[in-house]
T-cell receptor, first 113, second 116 residues
Framework: DAKTTQPNSMESNEEEPVHLPCNHS???????IHWYRQLPSQGPEYVIH???SNVNNRMASLAIAEDRKSSTLILHRATLRDAAVYYCILRGAFSSNTGKLIFGQGTTLQVKP | ETGVTQTPRHLVMGMTNKKSLKCEQH?????MYWYKQSAKKPLELMFVYNFKEQTENNSVPSRFSPECPNSSHLFLHLHTLQPEDSALYLC???????????????FGEGSRLTVL
């Protein structure tokens, strides 16, 4: 599986937008970009995923660079409950893997009131 | 509530004990996973089961023994563990295949294991 690189930590103020970057320069054409987050004392939870186009859902937006070598998770208005570790993960097409996800260190997001 | 339930939530055991962790999902998923999360380390994939068959063992020591009797249940049997095995053990499930399959993994809240 191709690797991703994320900053170890970021800080944000409450009610401000947060842009969490992820570099994945060795991404293959069939790799999906997945984002998960892990709140304190909980298991990871799915946030969003995409392939080529930008994606929006109720939790966040995902902006994917045109060359797909980087992406950005956007939280439009950070709340204290968004303080978590955010993981950017590349995942191959379903026909080529068992469904597993390989997690890196992720970015620890602190949200200040 | 993710639909994946892990028991017990906390477990303390001695190095000579035998215990088991249980994971249950009624989401209709056909893939299940065990992950280990040690302090200040990324999640490590341990085992993968697809349709009750083990498809991946990520070089896990034999003192960890998984069992998947059906697609809804996954166990992790523990015996003669070491203190360095103390960690959060997370179970996850996901659907496999299908045009609408996002491949999303659903995680339980984990079982916090302490080995004395």
């Amino acid at each position: 599986d191709a690797k991703t690189t994320q900053p170890n930590s970021m800080e944000s103020n409450e009610e401000e937008p947060v842009h969490l970057p992820c570099n994945h320069s060795t991404i293959s054409g069939t790799d999906y970009i997945h984002w998960y987050r892990q709140l304190p004392s909980q298991g990871p939870e799915y946030v969003i995923h995409g392939l080529t186009s930008n994606v929006n859902n109720r939790m966040a937006s995902l902006a994917i660079a045109e060359d797909r070598k980087s992406s950005t998770l956007i939280l439009h208005r950070a709340t204290l409950r968004d303080a978590a570790v955010y993981y950017c993960i590349l995942r191959g097409a379903f026909s080529s893997n068992t469904g597993k996800l390989i997690f890196g260190q992720g970015t620890t997001l602190q949200v200040k009131p | 509530e993710t639909g994946v339930t892990q028991t017990p939530r906390h477990l303390v055991m001695g190095m000579t004990n035998k215990k088991s962790l249980k994971c249950e999902q009624h989401l209709g998923h056909n893939a299940m996973y065990w992950y280990k999360q040690s302090a200040k380390k990324p999640l490590e994939l341990m085992f993968v089961y697809n349709f009750k068959e083990q498809t991946e063992n990520n070089s896990v020591p034999s003192r960890f023994s998984p069992e998947c009797p059906n697609s809804s249940h996954l166990f992790l049997h523990l015996h003669t563990l070491q203190p360095e095995d103390s960690a959060l053990y997370l179970c996850a499930s996901s659907p496999l295949g299908g045009a609408k399959n996002t491949g999303e993994l659903f995680f339980g809240e984990g079982s916090r294991l302490t080995v004395l």
